[in-house]
């Protein structure tokens, strides 16, 4: 470059709906991959793995990613698609754009989630409540089975207790923090009962 054009980051004649970079230093495949780190830009996702690689040896198997500036839903759906058991970490930028690039991709994740539940005359009317994009919690609760409808009833009225001695002033904060702990407890008994349901 002589610095007399105007360097955009990619390729030409690059696909930018499709295309992505990617890489792993273990050279993991996405279908091998526990960890999926998704950057708008390489040059973030370098700089990432080179502030945190010495104190997470992990690090080198994992598989980064950059969408090259905005998320395509084809970019999205094929990195899912080969990787959707592994733990997605979203790591756009915090501004407006980022915020909005994390929240469509963690509405393709659910997508990419609920694609591969097989709708069971039990499941089907529970499924139907969610509403697309969404997470699998966020259905109608009346049309579980009974015994989730009473785990999430456990949920709710720990969630209740924590907000109200939250907001109450009155509480000393490790009493606050163990009745946190017993609300994300019950919130974990839920959505493993929630999966094996599903």
Not at 116 to 137: M, Q
Request: hydrophobic share 30%.
């Amino acid at each position: 470059m002589d610095g007399s054009g105007s360097y955009k980051g990619k390729a030409e004649g690059s696909n930018s709906s499709q295309g992505l970079w990617i890489a792993s230093p273990a050279k993991t495949t996405l279908t091998e991959a526990k960890h999926i780190y998704w950057f708008e830009s390489a040059y973030d996702a370098m700089a990432y793995y080179q502030l945190h690689q010495a104190n997470d040896k992990d690090l080198r198997k994992a598989v980064f990613i950059s969408t090259g500036g905005n998320p395509t839903v084809e970019q999205m759906r094929g990195v899912l698609t080969l990787s959707l058991p592994a733990k997605q970490h979203i790591c756009f930028d915090t501004d407006l754009a980022g915020i909005e690039f994390a929240k469509n991709l963690q509405q393709e994740m659910y997508r990419a989630v609920r694609s591969t539940i097989e709708e069971t005359p039990e499941r089907k009317p529970y499924l139907d409540s969610v509403a697309d994009g969404k997470n699998l919690d966020e259905g109608d609760i009346d049309l579980l089975p009974d015994a989730l409808r009473s785990s999430y009833g456990k949920y709710e009225s720990a969630w209740e207790e924590a907000m109200s001695m939250r907001s109450s002033g009155l509480c000393h904060p490790d009493d606050i923090r163990e009745q946190t702990d017993i609300m994300n407890g019950n919130y974990k008994e839920f959505r493993e009962g929630l999966r094996e349901f599903l």
